[in-house]
């Protein structure tokens, strides 16, 4: 199975800050990739899409760059309304597999 | 728009079944790849399973092979994923999952708002 790694497990930022988040795969995995939103007590919502193509109504201040085995998911600048969990997802190879989740907080 | 509502979930011993369901709304349902992704506070998110649009070809995560098996009803707009032998580490959170794409291109582009399974004597 190819495992994915997400740095840094929790970050705490202010508004307005950049936030980088990364997604580290244990194989190449070319674009294969997105990334998913997750409020409390609400489903995932998707953000990105192999890699780096924007969800239609997903804000453009999100982001997403890399390919390979690394992979980044970027905030230009953080609104109250994106403190929530963050996952990236592979599927290159089943099972797809996801990320263990970032968690923003407010700082 | 894309509605999906799970229903079915509940407790139940180890060892039982239990038949989770999906009703989709908002879109051409036959014409989509449909998953199931599980959540547990512990292990963070896990696909389970899919299926393809016309039902004819399904994959599912080792660890539920040979106990679960998913199906659709195109002509009711309806996926079902039917669970056995049931363990305390199913205990989830069971989403049902649009695909975006063919069911190969794993994007997951729209979630239902979950079931929650505990299995627990």
């Known amino acids: 199975d190819i495992q994915l790694t997400q740095s840094p497990s929790s970050l705490s930022a202010s508004v307005g800050d950049r936030v980088t988040i990364t997604c580290q795969a244990s194989h190449d995995i070319g674009n294969r990739l997105n990334w998913y939103q997750q409020k409390p007590g609400r489903a995932p919502k998707l953000l990105i899409y192999?890699?780096?193509y924007l969800e239609a109504g997903v804000p453009s201040r999100f982001s997403g760059s890399g390919s390979g085995t690394h992979l980044t998911l970027i905030i230009s600048s953080l609104e109250a309304e994106d403190f929530a969990v963050y996952y990236c997802q592979q599927y290159e190879n089943l099972p797809w597999t996801f990320g263990q989740g970032t968690r923003v907080e407010i700082k | 728009q894309v509605q999906l509502a799970e229903s079915g979930g509940g407790v139940v011993q180890p060892g039982r079944s239990l038949r989770i369901s999906c009703a989709a709304t908002g879109f051409t349902f036959k014409n989509y790849g449909m998953h199931w992704v599980r959540q547990t506070p512990g292990k963070g998110l896990a696909w389970v399973a899919a299926?393809?649009?016309?039902?004819?070809?399904?994959y599912y995560e080792d660890s539920v092979k040979g106990r679960f098996t998913t199906s659709r009803d195109n002509s009711k707009n309806t996926l079902t994923l039917q669970m056995n032998s049931l363990r305390p580490d199913d205990t989830a959170v069971y989403y049902c999952?649009?695909?975006?794409?063919?069911?190969?291109?794993?994007?997951?582009?729209?979630w239902g708002q979950g079931t929650l399974v505990t299995v627990s004597s």
């Open positions: 299926i393809t649009s016309d039902g004819s070809v399904m």
């Open positions: 999952v649009k695909g975006e794409r063919a069911v190969l291109t794993a994007i997951f582009d729209s």
């Open positions: 192999d890699a780096s």
